[in-house]
DNA sequence: TGTTCTACGTGTATCGTTCTACAATATGCT
DNA sequence: AGCATATTGTAGAACGATACACGTAGAACA
């Protein structure tokens, strides 16, 4: 028979050997580690000491049983958008000083491995879940945000209550690329985005979009006059439909890429094709992210503010997971960054 | 009072309740759910069956108290290395089919960071671990792998007996670049790589150093006409190195940059700096990573066929996990893949 | 002195699952 | 028939933390 008082398992201390060692009940220290009502100082004190001293860690999958797990999930839409970063570097900043741990899942884009990511979460009990540039339907969300406490980046629902969302005004930004190409002396901008898709108005690209044709028809343009070319994602299909619109009749002088990572791609068939720009064509994205600057790139680009949407995302999150219910959605507008992509017809007004 | 059996809490349904409906006890849906031994056919398939009926969806947390939470933890050295995203497609690969689930921490280049969330994971019970591109000294990987099943992808500790790792070949992937290089007219190598560190030979960026040096030396060239400058990644960084290089004297021409994301900043500083590619310096990457094939990078790099990397990582794993204690190292031969960075002289023999 | 309040601690049921030990029944072998 | 051995199922104790309901000591006040 072993001393009863040395029965670690696993080689795991646990709250049980830390209540021993500090000469306190288990209760207590649970209080310390929650930072709960009721504890003197001289008792934090003696048990932070225990804790050190042992270098206990609290087992978060039996705190997950009763009470909060101090994580935090992320899921990211896919791996591959180098704006994403930005916005992760926001919610570092979010967290820091929190008892918070982002741990992220990837839906690749896809709506059933994004359910399947948000079920897994929800079952580890995570305390919270960001979604960033989701495709679930706002009635799924709905559903998830009735588990746990959700905000939305890159999707726009701006009536919804049950949950939070942090973007940029995207149709605002629409808009401005259309008056940013036609300042630099553009007189036939076109839009290639995504293929249609069943998302509605929430989706980010969609918002973009009408952004985009609002402002031409503020400048006078007919509607058969614009033109917005849909392209799935990848050289391929963007290369085949790039070169139906500077092959066909009458083609574009500027085309704007719903965003950067898609817009890279476009230059890559613009130059493919062995058109100049921005000479023979301007081009400009959307999000500003970091490859934008390269030489080689040297992107026009909407600036969105990533790492602030982050940091807003990430209060909003731990707002709610400290009890606000009412619903807060964060908007910043954004801006324009000018790269030679789209510097051309800058000095010789008018065609 | 209420009746007994409809006591559900907080809305989930639990295990109990599944045995309830079926008519068995906890302990064989339990056994279902594990595919443990000792269930008959016709017991599985009520169990099955009142499972779905109920939707009901094990608590990890709770599993995570006695068993397998079926989730492994991927860290992830950064995100923006868009290299890393062919290794999760292979991670993916390697866990369709089976119970387990894969959540990524981000460990931003820092060995603290790192630190803090392989703990985090560990406290959440993953039943086991992938580190990519870490920055823990082999001795941490080994106290970390005594407490979970651990493979490492981008370090190589081939005597290793505690975790197994998956890698390509790096120092015969260094090797490659001089013989590409040489092959294709170009008599002045250097190579340009992070700035100093402490990993010691397990980091790749010096096995492909070692590789780069050896082949330069067979080659013929004397260990003083062998140029490896260092810098940190960042534009700024980069462009100052590559100014020293091509302004100062002796000036190489051809560059290595020893990962892709790294390459393509090099290859932003030579085009600013006035340089043409490949025409005035020939360049060449290391990952083949998907932005090399973008016509305005071109970037010639060394495939290192990182999804099937991540399949074997993957298989690896879960043999550990499943009991398999001795250490395997899987290793893939890298392959050059030509673009038109590095075409330059292959036409005019001899300079 | 007695009463009430507040601050600080404790004991212990509980969370949802796994897992060990064992019971009950069926099957195989002499 | 009698006994050993599979096979299939059950009961109930963990697992490590939280949080509720209390207990107690001391201060404040009449």
Known sequence: M???TSRR???????RE?????????AAVSKVLRDAYGVSEAMRLKVRESMAKLSYRPHSAARGMRGQTYTVGVLMADMKNPFFPELI?????????????????????????????????????????????????????????????????GHHAPDAAT??????????????????????????PAMITLGRNDLGHADVSQKREV????????????????????????LDDVTATVRA????????????????????????????????????????????AAPCAFTQNGLT???????????????????????RTQAEHFLVQPKVVLRSSSAARVTQPDA
Chains 1, 2 share one sequence.
């Open 245 to 288: 619109l500077l092959e066909g009749p009458e083609p574009p002088d500027a085309i704007f890429g719903w965003a950067d990572y898609y817009a890279l791609e476009v230059l890559s068939a613009v130059r493919a094709l062995g058109f100049r720009v921005p000479d023979d064509i301007g081009l400009i994205g959307y999000d500003n």
């Open 301 to 323: 680009s909407v600036d969105q503010f990533g790492r602030e949407i982050g940091r807003q995302a990430t209060r909003l999150l731990i707002e709610r997971i400290k009890g």
């Open 163 to 188: 949950f939070d969302s942090a973007n940029n005004d995207d149709e605002r930004g629409g808009a401005l690329v259309v008056e940013h190409l036609l300042a630099q002396g553009y007189r036939r």
């Open 89 to 153: 570097d926001g919610i570092d900043d979010g967290l820091a000083g929190t008892q918070y741990l982002p741990l992220f899942g990837i839906g690749h884009g896809s709506s059933s491995v994004e359910t399947a990511i948000v079920h897994a979460m929800v079952d580890r009990q995570i305390d919270g879940l960001i979604m960033i540039g989701q495709r679930l339907a706002t009635s799924d969300l709905e559903a998830i945000a009735s588990e746990v406490p959700v905000v939305v980046i």
């Open 211 to 234: 952004g985009f044709i609002d402002a031409m028809r503020r400048a006078g343009f007919a509607d058969d006059q614009i033109r917005i070319a849909p392209a799935d994602d990848g």
């Open 2 to 4: 072993d001393k009863p």
């Open 18 to 26: 830390v209540a021993e060692d500090a000469g306190v009940s288990v």
């Open 9 to 15: 398992l696993g080689g795991r201390v646990t709250i």
